[in-house]
């Protein structure tokens, strides 16, 4: 199916720089900033498209429950806290809230930044998971799926590495962001 977006096309006055064509005839947007991926959002579902972003409000219940639903696991993070995570079916926001507020993983983030800056930690937690999850399935599913890039110009650094876009990006095949 050839795609209705092209590398350079905007939404909203937003570039996209990435493309991967569907055949289901559903969109998902990815990108390293979540404000400017519900404003795409939004105007992709107003001109009446059928447009998922990892956010509560556009993940359906049915895909949430048949794809967010995690195994029972022990997470062993670098400092040496062992976090069990019992089964469970994760919204994107109680996934969100566990990685930001969670006691648990304050050993493990940068003092100066709050984030979780080592890959193997980042990947144990329950929001990379469904994050994966989500990039995998509407991968596989044959959603169209368009990337707008980095819009505010963020600074890639160590105290605050891109772990999810770099996973997308990793999953489509795509080039990392800059």
């Given at each position: 199916m050839?795609?209705?977006?092209?590398?350079?096309?905007?939404?909203?006055?937003?570039?996209?720089?990435?493309?991967?064509?569907?055949?289901?005839?559903?969109?998902?947007?990815?990108?390293?900033?979540m404000e400017t991926l519900r404003t795409v959002a939004a105007k992709l579902k107003a001109q009446g498209k059928d447009v998922m972003i990892l956010d509560d409000k556009?993940?359906?219940?049915?895909?949430?429950d048949?794809?967010?639903?995690?195994?029972?696991?022990?997470a062993t993070f670098s400092d040496g806290t062992v976090v069990h995570y019992p089964e469970k079916t994760w919204t994107v926001d109680?996934?969100?809230?566990d990685m930001i507020k969670n006691s648990k993983y304050e050993e493990i983030k940068s003092k100066t930044s709050g984030f979780i800056t080592n890959y193997d930690d980042i990947v144990q937690i329950p929001m990379y998971k469904i994050n994966n999850k989500f990039i995998?399935?509407?991968?596989?599913?044959g959603y169209e799926i368009l990337s707008i890039g980095?819009?505010?110009?963020?600074?890639r650094s160590a105290d605050k590495p891109w772990f999810f876009i770099d996973m997308e990006y990793n999953v489509m095949g795509w080039d990392l962001l800059k």
């Open positions: 050839l795609s209705s977006f092209k590398v350079g096309s905007k939404i909203a006055d937003i570039e996209i720089v990435k493309v991967r064509p569907g055949t289901n005839g559903k969109i998902v947007v990815v990108g390293k900033d556009y993940i359906t219940k049915n895909f949430r048949t794809h967010f639903k995690l195994e029972a696991y022990d109680g996934a969100w809230d995998e399935i509407a991968e596989s599913e980095n819009p505010t110009n963020a600074v």
